[in-house]
């Protein structure tokens, strides 16, 4: 148990439908991050918050939109996604961005296959 | 983007046996992290590393921050077969505050 969860922790879903991913952190950490892992590749980030502003998005797709409504909860929001979209999807947390105290403490994740 | 080389790509052995890893950048980094994933969950932070030279443990783990700065090593001592799973390296450059991670090692312990 990192402190950080996940849910759901699968989801299948098609290409037409809207679906949300949704991330808490309990350890009073204030960035957050959404990660993208697919076989054989290091893990990509896609977005970073920092005390509820986003201050990162990696080049992601609009049919990715994440929300950070307070320090505690992150949501990725997914519509007309591709099959190629398939991946685990990671949260993380780190108590700060930069400088010490910045490791980040992941989530379970969500197994994301897209039909 | 950052590329971070991570080798073995995969290792198999014998329970009792230690094990050594490493991750190497192009550039220079301030901030060397080693995970462990289990199938179907999240990594698991084992080691944080901030100085270079600097030599940390775990438990049977430990890891290493290289005088060079581009590199960095994990080892575990006696391996149990609890300790099978995929290892991630990340790493920290001078600028900016994104983390760049490793394709991982795979571990096999053999009982």
């Known amino acids: 148990e990192t402190g950080v969860t996940q849910t759901p922790r699968h989801l299948v879903m098609g290409m037409t439908n809207k679906k949300s991913l949704k991330c808490e952190q309990h350890l009073g950490h204030n960035a957050m991050y959404w990660y993208k892992q697919s076989a054989k590749k290091p893990l990509e980030l896609m977005f970073v918050y920092n005390f509820k502003e986003q201050t990162e998005n990696n080049s992601v797709p609009s049919r990715f939109s994440p929300e950070c409504p307070n320090s505690s909860h992150l949501f990725l929001h997914l519509h007309t996604l591709q099959p190629e979209d398939s991946a685990l999807y990671l949260c993380?947390?780190?108590?700060?961005?930069?400088?010490?105290?910045?490791?980040?403490?992941f989530g379970p994740g969500t197994r994301l296959t897209v039909l | 983007g950052q590329q971070l080389n991570q080798s073995p790509q995969s290792m198999f052995i014998q329970e009792g046996e230690d094990v050594s890893m490493n991750c190497t950048s192009s550039?220079?980094?301030?901030?060397w992290l080693w995970y462990k994933q289990d199938p179907g969950e999240g990594p698991v932070l084992l080691i944080a590393?901030?100085?270079?030279?600097e030599l940390t443990s775990n438990g049977r783990l430990t890891a290493q921050f290289g005088i060079t700065r581009k590199d960095s090593f994990l080892n575990i001592s006696a391996s149990i077969p609890s300790d099978v799973g995929i290892y991630f390296c990340a790493g920290r450059p001078n600028t900016g505050n994104q983390f760049y991670f490793g394709t991982g090692t795979s571990l096999t312990v053999i009982p």
């Open positions: 550039s220079i980094f301030n901030t």
């Open positions: 590393l901030y100085k270079a030279g």
């Open positions: 993380a947390s780190s108590q700060l961005l930069g400088g010490g105290g910045n490791e980040q403490f």
